[in-house]
């Protein structure tokens, strides 16, 4: 059993890529493709934050917010600039690479 998982072990991959977005949209298409992962980033953390604080009567629900401020106030600068970009009627290519790398 140990020298199967040593195997394992040894062919694991240490990094991994997905390509999650690429290609060319609107400003429309854009910004309700940014707000989605935006909105799934925020739901992710204050999940997190809750199950921190879920089923403690004593806890102070002190957590620290920044990332989910972070995510809110990006979400608010993309809003503003798709609506600038909306005016001008261009298209906008996105690309999105999700880099995954194992650490030991």
């Not at 854009?30 to 199950?51: G, Q």
């Not at 620290?64 to 005016?87: C, M, P, Q, S």
Request: contains cysteine.
């Amino acid at each position: 059993m140990e020298n199967t998982l040593e195997l394992k072990k040894e062919n694991l991959k240490t990094q991994q890529e997905i390509k999650l977005i690429d290609g060319l949209f609107s400003a429309k298409e854009a910004a309700d493709i940014i707000d989605a992962v935006l909105n799934i980033k925020i739901n992710y953390h204050k999940l997190k934050r809750l199950s921190i604080t879920e089923g403690n009567s004593e806890d102070l629900c002190e957590y620290d917010t920044g990332r989910i401020d972070e995510l809110l106030k990006a979400k608010h600068h993309a809003k503003e600039y798709f609506n600038n970009v909306k005016e001008f009627g261009g298209k906008l290519r996105i690309n999105s690479l999700i880099d995954i790398t194992l650490e030991k």
